[in-house]
């Protein structure tokens, strides 16, 4: 593998990780308490579980979409969304949470095989590529996160920076 291709993908992986720059996913989960998970703080649009959910959901589309030229989005914007702002059963914020971790995992291995061509274009799309959709990963993370630490301090539940 020529050094600049592992460069790409080892930045890639470190990106989609977060740190560096951006807070990480494990870092802007961590504490939250059972009573606040489903909390929507004044003006704020959302809660932390229906943020952590659609986090979930749009990074398992993305996924899906890189790797299976046969998978159908859901519904936007509903299908992107929790239908409750509060979880809907105790089990459900660490379900969730769990499967975020294996997608993002699942992620991070695909930009990280040799045998993905980071720059071909996605069967079933529209001339999006692999590394498009890894940045895009990484992008809409980083918003929501940002966002869901927003809703942890007006909740007053953010001890971080």
């Not at 859901?74 to 499967?99: L, Q």
């Not at 498009?132 to 940002?146: M, P």
């Amino acid at each position: 593998m020529p050094l600049h291709d592992k460069a790409l993908r080892d930045h890639l992986v470190e990106l989609l990780d977060g740190g560096s720059a951006h807070i990480s996913f494990d870092q802007a989960v961590s504490g939250i308490p059972d009573d606040l998970r489903g909390k929507k703080p004044p003006g704020a649009p959302h809660s932390p579980w229906q943020i952590l959910e659609h986090l979930r959901i749009a990074q398992w589309d993305i996924l899906e979409f890189s790797r299976n030229p046969k998978h159908v989005s859901p519904e936007w914007p509903d299908g992107y969304w929790p239908a409750t702002e509060t979880p809907p059963d105790k089990s459900a914020w660490n379900k969730s949470v769990a499967a975020f971790r294996a997608d993002l995992e699942a992620m991070k291995t695909l930009v990280s095989k040799r045998s993905t061509d980071l720059f071909a274009r996605i069967k079933g799309g529209e001339g999006q590529t692999v590394l498009r959709e890894a940045l895009l990963v990484a992008d809409h993370n980083a918003y929501h996160l940002g966002q869901l630490v927003l809703v942890r301090r007006l909740l007053g539940d953010w001890k971080g920076t």
